[in-house]
């Protein structure tokens, strides 16, 4: 395709005017037909099960114009051939501000549309309220020598920027219409799973509706989610009372301890009666008071955090 744009730009014509020391004598028009064919491999369990290609076919078609600017005889100084290409650029011109003027002009949309008067605005038909995007970019020029010209291009860009275009997928009736009966197929499917599963019903009167139960389980699964965060926030606040309870219990045993001190005997009438510890008796007659006394409130610990976590 580059190939084809550089061989076409090398073949157009320029020439030097006195407005312009490169004016381009011709319009240029670029255009590339583009075809997309996807290859959609399906079952087709009414075939024995069998593997068909089903091909949808997607065509665009892109156009780069160039179109060469508007010119006054007079101001150009052309004459023979020179002066033939600006009556030519100038018709194709006209012809293309007849197109935009009845596409744009409210007053004027009922009426025909002039596409055929021309090669130009034949080949734009499609970029001229047709199927497509068209980006149109006027060029003017900063010299106050060619006011006239620059007003004009401005009001030709006003003119074309009032038209609307309607842009659909180009797409073959046959992929079309296996798409459709896809969609309709996905819905259909939808609905008979939704009677299978007793969440849509028939009223008495033929009516179709949504089980009542289908609400209510609904709102059954609401409050359950809720329970669930309420129990989990309540498991918690109770592991923090468990520990906090744990801690208490073995400072009252570590006082127990201190008050034993004096005697140098620990009975398990002394840490159940403190402790609190129900029909849970510790199995030790005497136990050593001196340099083992913190490892004695350790082991007393864990046994009252593993009795609280069976409790």
Do not use: W
Request: glycine fraction near 6%; proline fraction near 1%.
């Amino acid at each position: 395709m580059m190939q084809c744009l550089k061989l076409g730009a090398l073949s157009r014509t320029t020439a030097s005017t006195q407005m312009n020391v490169q004016s381009s004598r011709s319009h240029a028009i670029f255009t590339i037909h583009l075809c997309q064919v996807r290859d959609n491999l399906t079952d087709n369990r009414l075939a024995n099960d069998s593997e068909i290609n089903e091909f949808e076919t997607l065509t665009a078609k892109f156009h780069f114009v160039d179109l060469a600017g508007s010119e006054r005889l007079k101001r150009t100084g052309a004459t023979g051939d020179r002066a033939k290409e600006g009556i030519s650029i100038n018709c194709g011109l006209l012809a293309l501000g007849n197109v935009i003027s009845a596409l744009g002009d409210r007053s004027k949309r009922s009426s025909h549309v002039p596409y055929r008067d021309s090669k130009l605005t034949r080949l734009l038909q499609d970029s001229l309220g047709g199927n497509s995007q068209t980006v149109m970019i006027a060029c003017i020029s900063p010299s106050d020598r060619d006011f006239m010209e620059t007003l004009n291009t401005l009001k030709y860009a006003n003119r074309a920027r009032n038209i609307k275009n309607k842009v659909m997928v180009n797409q073959d009736r046959a992929s079309q219409q296996i798409s459709a009966l896809r969609t309709e197929i996905a819905r259909l499917q939808m609905e008979l799973m939704e009677y299978k599963t007793g969440k849509r019903v028939l009223g008495e009167d033929g009516m179709e509706g949504i089980n009542d139960l289908v609400h209510e389980n609904s709102m059954l699964q609401t409050e359950n989610n809720n329970l669930r965060v309420r129990v989990k926030a309540m498991q918690e606040t109770i592991d923090a009372q468990r520990t906090r309870l744990t801690q208490l219990l073995s400072e009252q045993a570590s006082q127990v301890l201190a008050k034993a001190g004096g005697s140098h005997s620990l009975r398990h009438s002394d840490i159940e009666t403190s402790a609190h510890f129900e029909s849970y008796v510790f199995k030790c007659e005497k136990l050593p008071i001196g340099d083992g006394n913190e490892e004695i409130g350790n082991m007393i610990q864990n046994y009252i955090k593993e009795i609280e976590e069976l409790r």
